[in-house]
């Protein structure tokens, strides 16, 4: 069971990025997936998650207008789309596996699995 998460890089200011974390060897009825960020010095963030089983989607609401959620059951993944980023929004993106039991998305500690994470660098 791995998550693998893909797609970060370098964007300039305004720009878009979308994000990539497939699952391997998960149940999608078991699991929620995240997303999470941690920008050096700073403490690790929650940006939003989605139920593999239903897709209900969560998210932090200072990103909620420019990052989207999304999954692809088929191929069990679930991507991230950042739009307008901003220089703060530079950091490690890391997918995680939160138990489908669980709804206490917000809480890193909560999540059993991480993926190894996509460097994220918004500047000109």
């Known amino acids: 069971v791995q998550l693998q998460a893909s797609g970060g890089g370098l964007v300039q200011p305004g720009g878009s990025l979308k994000l990539s974390c497939a699952a391997s060897?998960?149940?999608?009825?078991?699991?929620?997936l995240g997303w999470f960020r941690q920008a050096p010095g700073k403490e690790r963030e929650a940006v939003s998650c989605i139920s593999l089983s239903d897709g209900s989607t969560f998210a932090q609401y200072s990103l909620a207008d420019r990052f989207t959620i999304s999954r692809d059951n088929a191929k069990n993944t679930v991507y991230l789309q950042m739009h307008r980023l901003k220089p703060e929004d530079s950091a490690v993106y890391h997918c995680?596996?939160?138990?489908?039991?669980?709804?206490?998305?917000?809480?890193?500690?909560?999540?059993?699995?991480w993926g190894q994470g996509a460097q994220v660098t918004v500047s000109s």
């Open positions: 995680a596996a939160l138990d489908a039991h669980f709804s206490d998305y917000w809480s890193d500690y909560m999540y059993h699995l």
């Open positions: 060897g998960v149940t999608p009825n078991s699991v929620t």
